[in-house]
């Protein structure tokens, strides 16, 4: 008997409906976040532009922490290298349990959005540095147009694109989270100046009792919060920025419960739990006072913010974000899609692919954090108005694209609503994944 032929793969077809359900739910949690980060970004704004700039710069460097261990810090600089840990920490909470038990554990659906993150780093980062290749010193900055703020592009989302389907929405969040990886190892590589080695090695201590901690599914604050501290100090230490202790935290934490727990039958993991635990922390509060203390710039009015623009550095940070963004971005996604013979899911269109690929330009957290270390005081005014408008221009551009769509995503939306409540209805039923209606007889992911 002949068997039928397998279709074509997909790009952003739909994953399992435990995996959009639980997607939808991040999806909120970092929506909010965002309002309450561009509410911490246009009050920094505001009170660094007014009469009283002067007590939003004493706010930034009010000085708090011990001296004798070398964490008498500024305010700002606790935001930079306290606050963003935990940001990081659910990162990679996300990406692991992504990778391990989510939808992203089938190499062919990972390729897409690991490809288009990774392109979408070194477009920008090429283009910034053609753009600056005559500007003294400037080299410093390639890394700044390279990371997509997930909760200010959400929040953005989240006015403009109520409909999109849930795999792109999906693969927005996956991107978003792969690049901040990828930010991370920059700043762990390319941003270390002054390494001291024994700092270091010495983290490995309490980073391996927090691992036998969570491995044993201890959740208790007072018995993980020593070592998980005792990481980040010991790593800001070292000379690598504090943000790296985070990752390597939530890469300890385990997605799957072992055989001795009940196995994965028995419930979600820890890393699940930590997640639902942390999100709120980081979207809520962490990130939104980030943004306070770090995006207060003095404009100077229409001619200053002119002035700042205008300058080289300035320029690539802007083309990295509204040109080199995208085109990354869609490069690499197109390259997938050509190599692998693949098409995109029935509905959608290359345009879809832009105008996500347009709101991936919209960079802020990491943004600002590797300018600082890149340029300091120096120059960062300068990249802080750039980061500021050209994340502004990719998210008026992503609305115009979207926008256009938006009869189409509502159409795709109430089918994707019909078939959830058809395919929900058997309670036996609830975590398969969706038929493929295109290869009878064949899962969604061509499993």
């Not at 246009?42 to 706010?59: G, K, Q, T």
């Not at 792969?178 to 010495?202: E, G, H, K, R, W």
């Amino acid at each position: 008997m002949t068997q039928p032929a397998r279709s074509a793969p997909r790009l952003f077809g739909r994953g399992s409906w435990t995996e959009a359900r639980r997607i939808a739910d991040i999806l909120r949690k970092e929506t909010i976040g965002g309002a309450l980060l561009l509410g911490g970004a246009a009050l920094a704004m505001v009170w660094a532009n007014s009469p009283w700039s002067a007590a939003y710069e004493s706010v930034r460097g009010h000085t708090i922490g011990p001296a004798s261990l070398h964490l008498d810090l500024d305010l700002a600089t606790w935001a930079a290298d306290g606050l963003l840990a935990v940001f990081f920490f659910v990162a990679g909470l996300e990406l692991k349990r992504e990778f391990v038990a989510g939808d992203l554990r089938s190499p062919r659906r990972a390729a897409v959005p690991v490809a288009a993150a990774v392109g979408g780093v070194l477009v920008p980062a090429l283009l910034y540095l053609l753009v600056t290749r005559n500007a003294e010193g400037a080299a410093a900055g390639w890394a700044i147009p390279t990371a997509t703020d997930i909760a200010f592009a959400l929040a953005v989302l989240a006015v403009i694109g109520r409909y999109l389907p849930a795999a792109l929405r999906t693969f927005l969040l996956t991107l978003a989270v792969v690049d901040d990886l990828l930010a991370i190892f920059i700043i762990a590589v390319f941003y270390t100046s002054d390494l001291a080695p024994v700092p270091l090695l010495a983290a490995l201590v309490p980073l391996a009792l927090f691992t036998v901690l969570v491995q044993r599914r201890v959740r208790s604050w007072w018995l993980l919060l020593p070592p998980a501290l005792a990481v980040w100090a010991l790593v800001h230490a070292s000379g690598v920025h504090a943000t790296v202790a985070g990752v390597l935290l939530a890469f300890a934490v385990p997605v799957v419960r072992s055989m001795r727990a009940g196995g994965p039958d028995a419930g979600p993991g820890l890393a699940e739990h930590f997640e639902h635990r942390f999100r709120p922390l980081s979207a809520g509060v962490a990130v939104p006072l980030f943004a306070f203390l770090s995006a207060g710039v003095y404009l100077g009015g229409l001619d200053g913010a002119v002035t700042a623009l205008g300058d080289p550095i300035a320029l690539g940070i802007v083309a990295g974000l509204v040109i080199g963004k995208p085109v990354g971005i869609m490069a690499a996604t197109w390259l997938v899609a050509r190599f692998t013979r693949a098409h995109l899911d029935e509905g959608l269109t290359w345009v879809d692919v832009l105008g996500l690929a347009m709101l991936a330009g919209i960079g802020f957290t990491v943004s600002l954090l590797i300018g600082d270390l890149a340029f300091g005081a120096e120059r960062g005014d300068y990249v802080k108005i750039a980061v500021l408008a050209g994340s502004l221009v990719a998210a008026l551009l992503a609305t115009v694209v979207l926008r256009l769509r938006n009869r189409a995503y509502r159409l795709l939306h109430e089918a994707e609503t019909a078939d959830r409540d058809l395919d929900d209805v058997p309670d036996i039923y609830q975590d398969r994944e969706p038929v493929d209606h295109h290869a009878p007889g064949h899962l969604a992911d061509g499993r």
